[in-house]
């Protein structure tokens, strides 16, 4: 068979993870997708998460391509042991930044704008943090997320990245949808605390299971 269906399913799961993990933090990004919610309706903030999605599928190929020119070097036991710890600890210092973060951005306009301009915005904020590369680089090195000569799998695991993507945007626009009469900006803090509280709390596990896995 051409393609391993467990492999496959192990390789779906992981990037619908690390697609939520890179998206879930409350940037400027996030806090305008949820102001677009509130002032503009569910679909115009989707709009806004589903191009932070393309942005984020896009630094997700450039840090696939750039990690398979050094498979070589990295595929080696003790390479990938150190990989996993690094990567552990940048997941552990991303998770304690997003902990303590305040974030805000200016309010939108009173003009809605098309859904395609949302989506456009949303695409340049994100694509404007070039260091998301960073926590790619991190999360494939603590999930083992390269596959150097397979492009079917690097296929599969791109586009479960974005599919991972778009189930946060949707949940949040859902959420913030249900509660928009009762939802204040200071959430966001409460969200972010959460958020980095269980990544951190993940980068320890992976820091003890970096041993024997």
């Known amino acids: 068979m051409w393609i391993d269906p467990i492999k496959t399913i192990e390789l779906i799961i992981k990037g619908l993870i690390v697609g939520i993990i890179a998206s879930a933090p409350m940037g400027p990004v996030g806090v305008l997708t949820i102001r677009r919610t509130l002032n503009k309706g569910r679909w115009y903030g989707m709009a806004t998460g589903l191009g932070a999605a393309v942005s984020d599928m896009i630094y997700a190929v450039l840090t696939v391509l750039g990690m398979s020119v050094v498979m070589d070097f990295i595929e080696k036991p003790a390479t990938m042991l150190y990989l996993k710890l690094g990567g552990s600890f940048m997941?552990?210092?991303?998770?304690?930044?997003?902990?303590?973060?305040?974030?805000?951005?200016?309010?939108?306009?009173?003009?809605?704008?098309?859904?395609?301009q949302n989506a456009l915005t949303g695409f340049l904020v994100t694509l404007s943090n070039p260091l998301i590369i960073f926590l790619f680089l991190a999360l494939f090195a603590r999930f083992s997320f390269i596959q150097n000569g397979h492009p079917v799998e690097q296929t599969v695991g791109v586009t479960s990245i974005l599919m991972g993507a778009l189930v946060w945007w949707f949940s949040l626009t859902q959420a913030?949808?249900?509660?928009?009469?009762?939802?204040?900006?200071?959430?966001?803090?409460?969200?972010?605390?959460?958020?980095?509280?269980?990544?951190?709390?993940?980068?320890?596990?992976?820091?003890?299971?970096?041993?024997?896995?």
């Open 91 to 116: 997941l552990f210092l991303f998770g304690w930044y997003t902990f303590q973060s305040k974030p805000s951005i200016a309010p939108p306009g009173k003009s809605r704008g098309s859904l395609f």
């Open 176 to 213: 913030i949808n249900k509660v928009r009469n009762h939802f204040h900006m200071e959430t966001i803090g409460r969200i972010n605390r959460y958020i980095g509280v269980i990544v951190m709390a993940a980068s320890l596990a992976g820091l003890v299971f970096s041993f024997y896995y």
